[in-house]
């Protein structure tokens, strides 16, 4: 099985999951009798309850698949840190971003869309600077060790 198709697989099943944990999260917050797997805007488009939950699921997974394979912009080695970040943010913000309004999260309307931009770009800037925190933390730990290989 070649890398593309096991990351491909792996991050669909995390995004079910994901998708899966705050649908019931939400779910339990807001005292549902059943699962709502999205708005109740998202929902009401579909005939049935089920019919919602298998297309939210669907989308879960293509979002899952999003991260996934926009990680993979990390492995470019000939590229710097900064182009891969920034290549990594449009592509997840140009990719993620219709899905989540298809997802019904937000509705399509200008307000709404700068409202999320900030909410995506706040998270976005928190998990990258754990992200390079942890980094640095490793680089800092993999210099400690090889010196102290040299001192024996």
């Given at each position: 099985?070649?890398?593309?198709?096991?990351?491909?697989?792996?991050?669909?099943?995390?995004?079910?999951?994901?998708?899966?944990?705050?649908?019931?999260?939400?779910?339990?917050?807001?005292?549902?009798?059943?699962?709502?797997?999205?708005?109740?805007?998202?929902?009401?488009?579909?005939?049935?309850?089920?019919?919602?939950?298998?297309?939210a699921a669907i989308l879960w997974m293509l979002m899952?698949?999003?991260?996934?394979?926009?990680?993979?912009?990390?492995?470019?080695?000939?590229?710097?840190?900064?182009?891969?970040t920034l290549t990594h943010f449009i592509v997840v913000?140009?990719?993620?971003?219709?899905?989540?309004?298809?997802?019904?999260?937000?509705?399509?309307?200008?307000?709404?869309?700068?409202?999320?931009?900030?909410?995506?770009?706040?998270?976005?800037?928190?998990?990258?600077?754990?992200?390079?925190?942890?980094?640095?933390?490793?680089?800092?730990?993999?210099?400690?060790?090889?010196?102290?290989s040299r001192k024996h």
């Open positions: 099985m070649t890398k593309f198709i096991k990351t491909t697989l792996n991050s669909g099943v995390i995004g079910i999951a994901v998708g899966f944990m705050v649908a019931l999260f939400f779910s339990v917050a807001f005292n549902a009798n059943y699962l709502e797997p999205s708005s109740p805007m998202f929902n009401n488009q579909f005939h049935s309850p089920l019919t919602a939950t298998v297309v899952g698949i999003v991260f996934g394979i926009a990680s993979q912009i990390f492995t470019v080695e000939r590229w710097s840190i900064t182009r891969q913000f140009a990719l993620f971003t219709p899905l989540a309004i298809i997802a019904g999260w937000f509705p399509l309307d200008v307000l709404w869309l700068v409202y999320y931009t900030i909410i995506f770009v706040t998270i976005y800037l928190v998990m990258w600077f754990i992200s390079m925190l942890d980094a640095r933390q490793q680089i800092m730990s993999a210099n400690q060790s090889l010196k102290d």
